[in-house]
């Protein structure tokens, strides 16, 4: 009887010392210890037992063996098939003959005979009975196959499949794509068939969340479990399991990844140099931005984490602190698997009740809180933002508004636009405004509306790598979106002045059609309203911060279109024949270098002479702009913006949003190229550019149904007519008629006047686009055509 006992503490000993080289630290640092009865809990299980999926080989991963049973019955198994011949193995699922790549030798590949069976893929030297087999790969469900290519096929002139183990990795090739097809899945199907395997940190955290309410336990199992706790060594395996030759790297290669199990080695490597690094912030980007990369290693960061903080042996020391700054930084950046949140939850409580008062405390209040607000981030923290949150401490946030203002405003990693749009409108007092707001991402030649719930954390991230890109000023501006009613603006308020910035910048842009003469006047209501009365010590903008650019240069290029007169040489030569005007032999070819050069030297003189014409025309126009300028005398500020927005008002289209469309066509035949498409409060209209006159309107009621029809074209069906437009404004034109419909909706339950008449023809189809939840501001299509 205490031989037998001896012999149980040996294989227990020995499947462990498996599973450490597997999964996780060095074999002498795991332990398990040997259980009485007096140590089972309620439910059966001693607080430290773990019953951990083995094998039937010991060549690759595990397979339904419980650790004491591990030892005797591997060998077992292994002795006797090698002793097996060919002819014992049973229930065989496919055989034959296949080339194995064979490196480190002069031969490439070499012929075997293979056998797949239930539980592994062999290979022997023949298909006699009692030919010898040269290897085996077990079979589990992290094996992975990688299929047939052409690309191979026409770089070997073979198809071949690719298997991935534990240890091994077979890549077998055959001339037949039937072939290759039939072995591929074949072997995949056996790997479906088996049970998930489990690696040792994922049973002990079962065990945790079942003995979460007795203390005793959970103790017991950190104590008796050294893969839990802190280490200074290094991690051999992935504390979670992983696809043996994972291929989701393939699309980061470029990035440099390897596989999904190496990266997750690397990665603990990453962080225990956090411990000694004299700036931790590169580390913590680079760990955050391959996280973000691979979406997989999220979960195994916060467990290796979640290690590095438990049981640590000076836990208030600056370089163990480390470590609760980079889990900061996951929190508020990446959320966990519901399973690995309840593990992560338990341990920030565990803590807390142990180190109450501390930094550690301190940090795991805030992680709990970020937590409940996580949202999968678009962009890593930027550097600033990382800084903040290792301090616990929010960003500050520069808004700009049209005009020179601008607001700062705290953030966190959680704002969103929506909450920095609500709390602009406080700090400006326009709650009562009947027009809707929205944040929108601006340089001097572009700008577009951002996302009401899109981060401000990632904006603020993408906007820096635009600036350094581009080498241009990115900003976050706060503006009118919606105008829903322009007529109740007080000429006193802000939006006001949201209104007459926003509507010099659409005449700036060529949006606003109208005659030269009219544009000339509000270049010199501009210029009275920014400097006041008229004077020549008065510093004055450029042309093109008060008239669009473009019509100075279309008349440049009219007056210049027109065919210079020739010279009498250049007459005489027109005609006569080719033939003498070039001929062939020794000096044809310095005949065209001169051609070639008289040519360039023609179109250098050209440029210059457009440059000229564009400077005598914008000072022509500029004069013309303050000769008008100098009949303002007298008029103040308000004077000068109400007078520009009276002009600007003649346009029917006053107060829509203007989008280019590459070209319009229509169920009834009609196509058109290089129009606008003018969405507004009340309806949808089309405008040739530069012409005041719709060509077609169709009011909201009309509509029924609108949407993206496919990559570039946007989709509205209006009564019998359905309407197509290519645009590269998609979502933008999408997310504005949203919030028009969302603001309809909102009058009417209000019972307010929309100012929409809906026939009875369309009422029906106005009730389809209302069955459909309300939208949200700027988010995307909830009406698919």
């Known amino acids: 009887m205490p031989l037998q006992g001896f012999r149980w503490f040996l294989c227990c000993r020995q499947g462990f010392s498996l599973l450490g080289r597997d999964y996780g630290e060095k074999e002498e640092e795991e332990s398990f210890e040997l259980r009485n009865k007096e140590d089972l809990t309620s439910n059966g299980r001693s607080p430290a037992e773990v019953t951990v999926s083995q094998p039937t080989r010991t060549a690759n991963g595990t397979n339904g063996h419980t650790v004491s049973e591990v030892s005797d019955e591997m060998k077992s198994l292994i002795i006797e098939k090698n002793k097996m011949g060919l002819e014992e193995d049973l229930e065989l699922l496919v055989k034959g003959w296949l080339l194995r790549e064979v490196r480190g030798s002069w031969i490439k590949q070499r012929r075997y005979w293979f056998v797949l069976s239930q539980d592994s893929l062999d290979y022997y030297s023949g298909p006699e009975k009692g030919a010898r087999r040269l290897g085996t790969l077990v079979l589990t469900n992290l094996c992975s196959v990688i299929w047939p290519d052409k690309q191979t096929y026409k770089e070997t002139g073979y198809w071949s499949i690719t298997v991935y183990g534990r240890k091994h990795c077979y890549r077998l090739f055959t001339k037949h794509f039937n072939e290759a097809v039939h072995w591929a899945c074949a072997i995949q199907k056996v790997i479906d068939t088996k049970a998930p395997v489990e690696t040792p940190t994922q049973l002990l955290i079962r065990d945790i969340e079942e003995n979460k309410f007795n203390p005793e336990a959970v103790e017991h199992i950190y104590q008796h479990n050294p893969i839990l706790k802190y280490t200074q060594g290094p991690l051999y395996a992935p504390l979670l399991p992983f696809p043996y030759g994972s291929l989701e790297h393939t699309y980061h290669s470029g990035k440099g990844y390897g596989s999904v199990r190496e990266e997750a080695v690397k990665l603990f490597n990453c962080l225990q140099q956090l411990e000694s690094a004299r700036e931790p912030v590169p580390i913590i980007q680079g760990v955050l931005q391959t996280c973000l990369d691979l979406r997989t290693l999220r979960d195994e960061v916060y467990c290796q984490l979640v290690k590095q903080t438990s049981c640590t042996p000076a836990p208030h020391t600056a370089a163990h602190l480390r470590y609760w700054q980079l889990l900061t930084c996951m929190s508020c950046t990446f959320l966990p698997s519901s399973t690995i949140l309840k593990y992560l939850k338990f341990h920030l409580k565990r803590i807390q009740s142990q180190s109450p008062d501390s930094e550690m405390d301190n940090y795991a ?40 203002g601008s607001c700062q405003l705290y953030i966190s990693s959680h704002t969103t636009a929506n909450e920095v749009v609500r709390r602009m409108q406080e700090k400006l007092g326009l709650q009562e405004s009947k027009n809707t707001f929205a944040l929108y991402e601006q340089n001097t030649l572009w700008e577009q509306p951002v996302a ?7 904006i603020l991230t993408s906007l820096s790598s635009k600036e350094s890109e581009s080498n241009s000023q990115w900003k976050l501006c706060f503006k009118l979106y919606c105008l829903l009613d322009a007529d109740s603006i007080s000429v006193d308020s802000i939006e006001y002045l949201f209104l007459f910035e926003q509507c010099h910048e659409m005449v700036v842009r060529g949006q606003l059609p109208a005659c030269e003469e009219d544009l000339q006047a509000l270049a010199a209501l501009r210029l009275q309203c920014l400097i006041g009365d008229f004077s020549t010590h008065a510093p004055c903008p450029p042309l093109d911060d008060l008239f669009p650019s473009h019509m100075v240069e279309a008349r440049v290029l009219v007056s210049l279109s027109a065919p210079p007169a020739l010279p009498p040489c250049q007459l005489a030569a027109q005609g006569c024949p080719t033939s003498q005007r070039f001929p062939t032999g020794l000096l044809a070819g310095a005949l065209w270098s001169h051609t070639a050069t008289a040519a360039h030297k023609q179109k250098v003189e050209q440029d210059m002479r457009l440059r000229s014409r564009l400077k005598e025309e914008a000072a022509a126009v500029m004069g013309s702009i303050v000769e008008r300028w100098k009949g303002l005398a007298g008029y103040s500020r308000r004077d000068s913006m109400a007078a520009y927005l009276a002009i600007a008002r003649q346009w029917s289209g006053f107060g829509c949003t203007l989008y280019e469309v590459d070209f319009y066509i229509s169920s009834t035949g009609s196509f058109s190229q290089k129009l606008w498409l003018g969405v507004a409060a009340t309806s949808v209209s089309l405008y040739r550019q530069g012409e005041a006159e719709a060509l077609e309107s169709f009011p909201y009621g009309q509509i029924c149904s609108y949407g993206v029809s496919d990559s570039n074209t946007f989709k509205i069906t209006a009564g019998d007519r359905d309407l197509l437009f290519e645009t590269t404004k998609l979502t933008e034109i999408m997310q504005l008629m949203n919030a028009y419909f969302s603001a309809i909706h909102r009058k009417r339950g209000k019972g307010e006047d929309t100012g929409i008449t809906v026939a009875d023809s369309t009422e029906v189809a106005f009730h389809h686009l209302a069955s459909t939840p309300t939208p949200t501001l700027l988010e995307l299509p909830s009406h698919p055509v």
């Open 452 to 458: 009401s719930g899109t981060l401000i954390a990632d």
């Open 365 to 404: 209040s805030f992680i709990g809180e970020a937590l409940e607000k996580t949202k999968c981030r678009e962009c890593v923290p930027s550097w600033e933002e990382i800084q903040m949150l290792m301090n616990r401490q929010e960003m500050l946030c520069t808004v700009h508004y049209p005009g020179p």
